[in-house]
């Protein structure tokens, strides 16, 4: 089976436009960072539910955009299917953000601890630190660093 090509034309700095069977495709290139590949978003215009967007999850030439759409156009590329890709990816991407940033946690909880504090005084500080203001910030680094008080203390 033959299928119709998609007619594109520029919409903008570094975005191409087409438009078939209800679907308005946009292939995105960032004219600013010409080694970074192209982007694909589709809108269906019916509400059928044809819409998806690679930005984040995949790039291509623009050979494999155009095709892409096409495919897209023709109902060879399951659209459900690759959101749930796309989907299971950022559950990933988010599992392991938390994983990293538990990491972190533990690290700076070992370390109070090393200091005798917990979290909470640690909070309790910061509180203190930004009531004291700038001249009072001053004020106690000049102590530390041997300056004594300012009024003779």
């Not at 960032?30 to 690679?54: F, K, L």
Request: hydrophobic share 35%.
């Amino acid at each position: 089976m033959k299928r119709k090509e998609i007619k594109w034309r520029r919409e903008g700095r570094g975005t191409m436009a087409g438009r078939q069977d209800g679907i308005i495709f946009r292939i995105f290139h960032p004219w600013d960072a010409p080694e970074q590949g192209h982007t694909v978003s589709c809108y269906d215009t019916r509400g059928t539910g044809r819409e998806i967007s690679t930005a984040g999850y995949r790039e291509f030439t623009w050979e494999e955009a155009v095709e892409f759409c096409q495919k897209i156009a023709a109902g060879e590329i399951n659209l459900e299917d690759l959101q749930a890709q796309f989907d299971a990816e950022d559950m990933e991407k988010e599992r392991e953000a938390v994983r990293k940033t538990a990491e972190k946690a533990k690290r700076l909880d070992a370390m109070l601890e090393g200091y005798g504090m917990k979290y909470t005084d640690l909070l309790e500080l910061e509180v203190m630190r930004q009531a004291l203001g700038e001249m009072g910030h001053q004020i106690l680094m000049g102590h530390h660093r041997g300056e004594g008080w300012p009024d003779g203390t």
